[in-house]
């Protein structure tokens, strides 16, 4: 019988219950058992793929084409494993399942209510991450104790648990003990008044997960445990780690939460191998080397905008034993001046959607063409390589795309045809892995040692070829196609240390202990093209 994890999340938000979830997770699969996780959140969009960055941060895509939650990128980076569309559920997606199947007939004239059917639908999004080769499931529940939208979740959590029976789910409370600076106390009330509003539905934590500032004493520990329900020993403390998250999953395993969590649900006690882990440890905490990577991104001032960019940056750090420094700027501020490049090894070009910012990439492409800077561009990145490249080596000055310009005579980049007059706004997504075919004399093709690639994508315009023979005779090579050679999806200058631009969003299949190649090789070429300090 799979049995079940669920993490839940109280006193406020932000406080990490997805790389707690995926800590536990990595330990859980590092003693043997295979795992899958999902997170459950509570907002009412079907899910995060038309809101905007500055509210959502990143959306993260899956290898089946779901635009999920930042936290599903956590997982896969922790755990190695695949998530898919039974990862993510929403309110809006649970709401749109119950009345489609309303609509249809589904529940024989009854009256439907948010008791049962709603939360027999949830318990339902909980069951599909059950297969034969799962024996663990853990499940994040978005958002905190207490909010009105969570309790549809946490109501088929309780009855769950209830119809799972003893020793087959049990739930993990992620809380905060707030220090009092001024008075230099550490503070159990809120974390109390929070388990109080799950056992008031029917909850009780089996453990306590407690963040903190400092760290934690006995009597803390006691008081918690007394007035929590819990045994003393089921307390744990998530002190705030000094230098990576990737800290996490030792200091827990320190505590033996992952022992615990497996006497809980009855299971036998593996061994744990963490030896690989130690290593990217010691490669995060004791670099040898360092260089600058500018990131010119539109949410810049947002850094959950673009994690996993910022993770799949630090794994070429662990690769290349190298601290990777990065300069985050908003693209609006270089349409005013490039100086904050100058002191960059490399630029990092990430995608996005919308014109702002577009005129301010094309100057740090511009900028990095010029003066042999290593380039990644990546999927608007990208676009914004092949405008720039037709702007000013083509000398075609409108060159554009046709989601920022109508009127250009030059629109190098476009919709496919068989996407025109679609209006639906994911109607025209390309969405998920699709395989690529690379050119044997691609810089690609050795960074990848491949032939064909698998990569997910995220995005509405494409490479236009009406112009692709023109731009390659100017030297633009055109690095990896679709198999059928119809859609560009790498393309490179090979007169430069590192310039390239791939279509896709490489960064979502990086992992700590296994970097991915482009990044790998902005990073090689970035220390290479180290820049003395000021």
């Not at 219950?17 to 959140?41: E, F, H």
């Not at 539109?298 to 070429?316: M, Q």
């Not at 349409?335 to 005129?359: H, T, W, Y």
Request: glycine letters at 8%.
């Amino acid at each position: 019988m799979t049995k079940h994890i669920f993490i839940t999340g109280g006193v406020v938000s932000s406080l990490g219950k997805g790389i707690t979830a995926a800590s536990l997770a990595l330990l859980l699969k590092r003693r043997g058992y295979r795992i899958a996780m999902q997170k459950l959140d509570p907002y009412l969009n079907v899910d995060p793929g038309t809101m905007s960055p500055f509210q959502h941060g990143e959306v993260f895509v899956t290898d089946d084409g779901a635009e999920t939650d930042l936290d599903l990128g956590h997982y896969e980076r922790f755990t190695d494993i695949n998530c898919s569309h039974a990862s993510n559920y929403t309110t809006g997606k649970i709401y749109s399942a119950v009345i489609a199947r309303e609509r249809a007939g589904g529940y024989l004239g009854k009256t439907v209510q948010v008791i049962p059917h709603i939360t027999d639908e949830i318990k339902r999004a909980i069951q599909s991450a059950e297969t034969d080769d799962v024996d663990i499931v853990l499940t994040e529940i978005g958002g905190t104790a207490g909010d009105i939208e969570s309790l549809p979740f946490l109501e088929a959590v309780r009855q769950y648990i209830l119809e799972a029976g003893v020793g087959n789910a049990i739930v993990i409370h992620l809380t905060l003990l707030p220090f009092i600076r001024a008075a230099g106390e550490l503070k159990t009330k809120p974390s109390q008044q929070s388990v109080a509003v799950l056992r008031n539905i029917g909850l009780i934590p089996n453990i306590l997960v407690c963040r903190t500032e400092i760290p934690m004493e006995e009597d803390h520990r006691r008081k918690l445990a007394l007035f929590c329900n819990v045994s003393p020993d089921l307390v744990i403390e998530e002190k705030d780690v000094k230098h990576s998250i990737y800290e996490v999953p030792p200091e827990l395993a320190e505590q033996e939460l992952d022992t615990k969590v497996l006497d809980l649900l009855r299971l036998p006690v593996h061994r744990l191998d963490l030896s690989s882990w130690d290593d990217i440890l010691d490669r995060v905490l004791h670099p040898d080397r360092s260089c600058r990577i500018a990131l010119v991104g539109k949410y810049t001032s947002v850094r959950d905008a673009y994690k996993s960019v910022y993770e799949a940056l630090e794994h070429a750090g662990i690769a290349t034993r190298a601290h990777v420094i990065v300069d985050s700027i908003e693209a609006e501020e270089l349409e005013r001046s490039v100086e904050r490049l100058k002191n960059a090894d490399g630029i990092l070009v990430p995608g996005g959607f919308g014109n702002r910012g577009v005129a301010g990439k094309i100057k740090a492409i511009r900028y990095a063409r010029e003066n042999n800077v290593p380039l990644l561009g990546i999927c608007l990145g990208m676009q914004c390589i092949v405008i720039e490249f037709a702007q000013n080596v083509l000398g075609w000055q409108d060159a554009d795309s046709a989601e920022f310009s109508s009127s250009t005579r030059h629109p190098v980049i476009d919709l496919m045809e068989e996407q025109r007059g679609l209006t639906q706004k994911g109607g025209t997504m390309r969405l998920g892995a699709y395989p690529c075919t690379l050119q044997k004399d691609a810089v690609c093709a050795s960074l990848y040692n491949a032939e064909t690639i698998s990569e997910r994508h995220r995005h509405r315009y494409e490479f236009n070829n009406l112009y692709r023979a023109e731009l390659e005779k100017a030297g633009l090579f055109i690095g990896g196609t679709s198999p059928d050679r119809h859609l560009v999806e790498i393309v490179e200058l090979h007169d430069r240390p590192f310039f390239v631009g791939c279509q896709f969003h490489p960064e979502f299949k990086s992992r700590p202990d296994r970097a991915h190649p482009l990044f790998r090789g902005l990073v090689d070429a970035a220390l290479s093209n180290r820049q003395p300090e000021d």
